[in-house]
């Protein structure tokens, strides 16, 4: 009896000494630079929503969702955080990727500019100055407001920059708008300068479209099913978390990264991107769940007005996957 106690003493020291099982590094990139909507994601790794799931996760900052496509489509990126039209636009083409979800149900997509300066609607932009960041999301999808608005190009001028030079222009005065999300240029101009901005929605002249989601390389997703699961696991939970304490959330993007704005716009600029999450269809779902609907007037709204290939009417559903999300209540 006493050997057989020592031998299972020995089988379970050696069962102690075994090295715990490695997390599975992941590289999520987002879409920008930080902004209150990528409150989630860092409250998420914060509170260990991703360890929990046997995921190290890097969260790395975007410079467009175009730029970040790219990334995920050459695996330099594992996940990616983008406009999903964006994506679209890309995978006709051939780029290897497909949303895994789509958390921003509808479009947080504007042009803006200083509450004084009175443009409140389409028609207000003639004459005017605007900013932009080409091959950004929004530059990709402003053709498409000014045909639903029956604005031409000869109606304005335009300026080109990096994102902080869109901020500087209209911050300087050398642009009336710039085109921005609702929840993030428009907390960046309040920082810098104290003042509000008007957002003229694009949603509200019909644009009636989804908008951020997560991405991944479809070859990569093959692969790696089970990690992908754990991946939007983590990630429903963790939105789902930062939605019932949005300033924890938005503080810790400046726990991980104290330059990335104030507490009180990033925690206002979370509160703004809440409400996309879900459309009248979705409100009693967990996020992410997108319906098949919603992206195929996605897909034809494109299709129509914005350049999409037409063959991406053929198959809406190559473009995404409800597949990897867990279940309600799971």
């Not at 090295?19 to 630079?33: S, T």
């Not at 860092?42 to 496509?69: N, P, V, W």
């Not at 960046?188 to 509200?204: C, E, H, L, R, W």
């Not at 494109?302 to 279940?327: H, I, Q, W």
């Given at each position: ?42 409250y998420g790794k914060a509170k260990g929503i991703f360890a929990a799931e046997g995921i190290d996760l890097e969260i790395q900052e975007g410079r467009g969702s175009a730029a970040t496509t790219q990334a995920v489509a050459a695996k330099t990126a594992d996940f990616g955080y983008v406009?999903?039209?964006t994506m679209m636009r890309a995978a006709i083409k051939g780029a290897p990727v497909v949303a895994t979800g789509v958390l921003l149900q509808t479009s947080p997509m504007s042009a ?219």
């Amino acid at each position: 009896m006493k050997r057989w106690i020592g031998a299972a003493s020995v089988a379970l020291l050696a069962f102690a000494a075994m090295p715990a099982q490695a997390a599975d590094k992941v590289v999520l990139m987002l879409n920008w630079y930080v902004y209150g909507e990528h409150a989630p994601f860092y409250y998420g790794k914060a509170k260990g929503i991703f360890a929990a799931e046997g995921i190290d996760l890097e969260i790395q900052e975007g410079r467009g969702s175009a730029a970040t496509t790219q990334a995920v489509a050459a695996k330099t990126a594992d996940f990616g955080y983008v406009d999903v039209p964006t994506m679209m636009r890309a995978a006709i083409k051939g780029a290897p990727v497909v949303a895994t979800g789509v958390l921003l149900q509808t479009s947080p997509m504007s042009a803006m500019g200083f509450v004084d300066k009175n443009i409140r609607k389409p028609e207000d932009i003639k004459g005017k100055t605007v900013a932009i960041t080409p091959a950004d999301s929004m530059t990709q999808i402003w053709p498409l407001f000014l045909k639903k608005t029956g604005l031409k190009e000869s109606d304005f001028q335009t300026v080109a920059g990096d994102g902080q030079t869109k901020l500087n222009a209209v911050i300087n005065g050398q642009a009336d708008l710039l085109l921005g999300y609702v929840m993030d240029q428009s907390m960046k101009i309040k920082d810098a300068t104290g003042k509000d901005v008007y957002p003229i929605k694009f949603a509200d002249y019909g644009i009636n479209m989804v908008s951020s989601g997560i991405i991944a390389n479809a070859d990569y997703v093959k692969a790696n099913a089970d990690l992908v699961r754990r991946f939007m696991s983590a990630t429903t939970k963790a939105v789902e978390a930062a939605e019932k304490e949005p300033k924890a959330a938005a503080q810790s993007i400046l726990d991980a990264n104290p330059k990335g704005g104030k507490i009180d716009t990033l925690t206002q600029g979370f509160e703004l991107t809440i409400p996309l999450y879900r459309t009248a269809e979705t409100k009693s779902k967990r996020p992410f769940q997108v319906t098949d609907q919603n992206m195929t007037e996605t897909v034809n709204l494109l299709v129509e007005y914005g350049g999409l290939d037409a063959k991406a009417k053929d198959n809406p559903k190559a473009f995404y996957t409800n597949d990897y999300l867990p279940k309600s209540g799971s």
